[in-house]
């Protein structure tokens, strides 16, 4: 990227000044006079803006001479669970009956003080009410599978009938008797090179993958739970380790297609338009206009464009890939700097004598010079 003082420039160094945290993923900031390059969320004192040059990410400052900044460690990916923490929520996930004390925890090296302060940020519990939230879950899904409610709380680690029936209904809503004609959303939170998104799954297969500062997510979280008659509870299920570990090789550019499968309940029309979304090549894009004709409604345009801000399975429902007739970028629930990052990785593991088809819209030459 160049440094003079361009308006991308200075967007860029209104961000770093900020600390905005909408912008993480969209540029690495390289300070002359230090040698370290930062994440746009550092605390660190900040430069003049002639001292500072912006890079798309951390190789590009690497290369041109800049070190890590120990701060913010952009070489790290924003929100990044700690080894120490996801060893312990193996080993919860794989025992999700246990109660780890704080005499426990200590055990493993870890200060429950810490630990609380880390799931409050990150999970919005403590760790304690995040460990309950797991047991009660597969609680859930054991009186689901028929059985007893005395033997399933004594199984989940509780010493009192009494106080299960009342942790379990404070959760769920209703009595474990009266648990069979409701269902579980199972919740878990993934990092990315974005940020940290957070998926929900169902037997059927994912029903949300969001970022975790998606404006629209709690309303898209009330509608599942109505949708499904469900209560969402952090917890495992068969389809996450898959999800991850694809979009892993995603975002390392290795895959282009998802198998993991998807559940995504919405009206008819929805759901035609999110099926759409999936046949878009990847490295192309399509203007609102071509969705709308590909499913013979042109003249449904802006009810294409509705249903696309409705679809609740980033990436793997692939609406950042439609863009206005002009080629500019339009309406991303993620934002409008995480739909040109992803188009960009498309764009750069796309080999050059990839062809579009003929309904695709080019890409802006703005995008494209962010592109090279």
Same mark, same amino acid.
């Given at each position: 990227?160049?440094?003079?003082?361009?308006?991308?420039?200075?967007?860029?160094?209104?961000?770093?000044?900020?600390?905005?945290?909408?912008?993480?993923?969209?540029?690495?900031?390289?300070?002359?006079?230090?040698?370290?390059?930062?994440?746009?969320?550092?605390?660190?004192?900040?430069?003049?803006?002639?001292?500072?040059?912006?890079?798309?990410?951390?190789?590009?400052?690497?290369?041109?001479?800049?070190?890590?900044?120990?701060?913010?460690?952009?070489?790290?990916?924003?929100?990044?669970?700690?080894?120490?923490?996801?060893?312990?929520?193996?080993?919860?996930?794989?025992?999700?009956?246990?109660?780890?004390?704080?005499?426990?925890?200590?055990?493993?090296?870890?200060?429950?003080?810490?630990?609380?302060?880390?799931?409050?940020?990150?999970?919005?519990?403590?760790?304690?009410?995040?460990?309950?939230?797991?047991?009660?879950?597969?609680?859930?899904?054991?009186?689901?599978?028929?059985?007893?409610?005395?033997?399933?709380?004594?199984?989940?680690?509780?010493?009192?009938?009494?106080?299960?029936?009342?942790?379990?209904?404070?959760?769920?809503?209703?009595?474990?008797?009266?648990?069979?004609?409701?269902?579980?959303?199972?919740? =878990?939170? *993934?990092?990315?090179?974005?940020?940290?998104?957070? &998926?929900?799954? @169902? #037997?059927?297969?994912?029903?949300?993958? /969001?970022?975790?500062?998606?404006?629209?997510?709690? =309303?898209? *979280?009330?509608?599942?739970?109505?949708?499904?008659? &469900?209560?969402? @509870? #952090?917890?495992?299920?068969?389809?996450? /380790?898959?999800?991850?570990?694809?979009?892993?090789?995603?975002?390392?550019?290795?895959?282009?297609?998802?198998?993991?499968?998807?559940?995504? #309940?919405?009206?008819?029309?929805?759901?035609?338009?999110?099926?759409?979304?999936?046949?878009?090549?990847?490295?192309?894009?399509?203007?609102?206009?071509?969705?709308?004709?590909?499913?013979?409604?042109?003249?449904?345009?802006?009810?294409?464009?509705?249903?696309?801000?409705?679809?609740?399975?980033?990436?793997?429902?692939?609406?950042?890939?439609?863009?206005?007739?002009?080629?500019?970028?339009?309406g991303y629930g993620g934002g409008l700097w995480r739909k040109q990052w992803l188009l960009n990785l498309e764009a750069q593991h796309t080999p050059r004598h990839h062809s579009l088809a003929s309904d695709m819209v080019p890409v802006s030459a703005e995008l494209k010079s962010s592109v090279s």
């Amino acid at each position: 990227m160049s440094n003079d003082l361009s308006a991308r420039h200075q967007e860029y160094y209104q961000a770093l000044v900020d600390k905005n945290g909408a912008y993480e993923g969209s540029f690495i900031a390289a300070v002359k006079t230090t040698g370290i390059f930062c994440r746009p969320t550092c605390t660190a004192r900040k430069p003049k803006p002639e001292n500072v040059e912006f890079f798309a990410g951390a190789r590009e400052a690497l290369l041109h001479g800049y070190r890590a900044c120990k701060v913010c460690t952009p070489l790290e990916k924003p929100g990044e669970t700690p080894t120490h923490i996801q060893d312990l929520l193996r080993d919860l996930h794989a025992a999700p009956a246990s109660r780890l004390t704080d005499a426990q925890l200590r055990a493993r090296g870890l200060e429950p003080a810490t630990l609380r302060r880390w799931f409050l940020k990150n999970h919005g519990l403590t760790f304690q009410a995040y460990q309950r939230m797991v047991r009660l879950n597969g609680a859930f899904k054991r009186i689901q599978r028929g059985e007893s409610v005395t033997g399933t709380a004594y199984e989940a680690g509780y010493e009192s009938l009494s106080g299960f029936q009342d942790s379990f209904k404070a959760v769920f809503g209703v009595a474990p008797s009266n648990s069979r004609q409701q269902g579980v959303i199972d919740l =878990t939170r *993934l990092e990315t090179p974005l940020g940290p998104m957070l &998926a929900c799954a @169902v #037997p059927q297969g994912i029903c949300l993958l /969001e970022f975790a500062d998606r404006k629209m997510l709690e =309303t898209e *979280l009330k509608y599942l739970t109505r949708r499904l008659n &469900a209560a969402i @509870v #952090p917890g495992p299920n068969p389809h996450f /380790e898959l999800l991850q570990q694809q979009l892993n090789e995603y975002f390392r550019g290795h895959r282009r297609e998802f198998s993991v499968p998807l559940f995504a #309940p919405g009206t008819p029309f929805q759901q035609a338009v999110w099926r759409a979304l999936q046949t878009i090549p990847y490295g192309s894009v399509r203007s609102y206009q071509q969705q709308a004709a590909s499913l013979l409604q042109p003249g449904a345009q802006r009810a294409v464009a509705t249903a696309n801000g409705l679809n609740r399975i980033s990436i793997l429902v692939p609406c950042h890939r439609v863009v206005a007739s002009n080629g500019q970028l339009a309406g991303y629930g993620g934002g409008l700097w995480r739909k040109q990052w992803l188009l960009n990785l498309e764009a750069q593991h796309t080999p050059r004598h990839h062809s579009l088809a003929s309904d695709m819209v080019p890409v802006s030459a703005e995008l494209k010079s962010s592109v090279s």
